[in-house]
Each structure stands twice: as structure tokens, then as C-alpha cells.
């Protein structure tokens, strides 16, 4: 991450979603194939029970149901709490069998992380908050690890450094 300057300049995210998101999905997930359908839905994240509602339209909430939250907590929850609500929320609905991955920004004390995230309206959360939103989940192996080595390849490019971003993912019993 960057360290600010005064050659850098505040960023402010949009409050609820990314239109240019909105507009790509309208345009790209229209299908509907002999595997299944593909659809969006045109929620904030910070409205789980609109998400879920939506959700119900097209996923069918009595088989397994994989929840992705990557790289958006950070940005839509602005304390730990809310970020909490929001996958025990989604996790609720879910049935048995159902996975969430959470990929995101780690307090793990690196200088200058701080002032990198305030730059971007960025909340960090610490490994044991990032931690809580698998509470009675079963993590995957690894469990929470640095983004770049979950499950690595070999490489030949030398040693993998871990990078400042966290991901697990956890499955509903």
C-alpha cells in the first residue's frame, strides 16, 4: 500500500455500489444455459435482508449456497459490528452445507496500513474481527491466511511475501 503525500488525494466510494459494476452485470450476466442462470442483484451490501430477498428470486435456499464478501467489508462496514451483522445476517438465511468467503484488509501492524486505509475510507479489521465472522463455521484449511498464499502453486519466481489482505472461508454445519 501506498503511504500518503501530499501528492495523494482523498478517494471517496460510492456510498451504496459501484454503477459501473451495475452497468457491466446488466450487460455481461444475462444467460441462461443448461447448467443454470446467471443474474445480479442490485442491493447494497449493507441491506443483507434486501440481498437475501432478491437472492430468493433466483437461488433456490434449500441446496448449499456459496456467499463471496471480497474486498468490500472494508469499505461497506464502517466497525466491526456491521460487519458482523451483515455475514451473520446472509449466513442465517443460508442452509447447512452453505460456504462464505471473506477476502480483506488486515490490521496486522504494518506501517503505514493506516494511513493507506484512511486514504480510501478503508476500515482495517483485526485478525481476531475478521476471525468473529466465522463464528460457528467450520473454517476450510488453511483458515485465515494471507490473501496470495491460500493453497499457493509452486512458483519459480522466487519466495511468496504475504500481502496485507486476509481470506478464509467457512462452512455452515
Request: with cysteine; hydrophobic share 40%.
Amino acid at each position: 500500500m501506498l503511504a500518503p503525500s501530499a501528492a495523494l488525494h482523498r478517494v471517496h466510494y460510492p456510498t451504496t455500489y459501484d454503477p459501473i459494476v451495475l452497468a457491466h452485470a446488466r450487460a455481461l450476466l444475462t444467460n441462461t444455459t443448461d447448467e443454470g442462470v446467471t443474474d445480479y442483484i442490485d442491493a447494497d451490501v449493507r441491506d443483507p435482508d434486501q440481498i437475501i430477498t432478491d437472492a430468493r428470486n433466483v437461488l433456490n435456499f434449500r441446496e448449499p449456497i456459496a456467499v463471496f464478501l471480497l474486498g468490500i467489508l472494508g469499505h461497506a462496514a464502517e466497525t466491526a459490528d456491521q460487519m458482523h451483522f451483515i455475514t451473520n445476517r446472509l449466513m442465517t438465511a443460508v442452509p447447512s452445507g452453505s460456504y462464505l468467503a471473506i477476502e480483506d484488509g488486515a490490521d496486522i501492524g504494518h506501517e503505514g496500513q493506516h494511513e493507506a486505509a484512511a486514504l480510501h475510507d478503508y476500515h482495517l479489521r483485526t485478525l481476531d474481527e475478521f476471525r468473529a465472522c466465522f463464528d460457528g463455521l467450520k473454517l476450510v484449511e488453511p483458515g485465515l491466511v494471507p490473501v496470495n498464499t491460500w493453497r499457493p502453486g509452486t512458483t519459480d519466481i522466487g519466495t511468496i511475501r504475504p500481502l496485507h489482505a486476509r481470506v478464509a472461508v467457512g462452512r455452515k454445519p
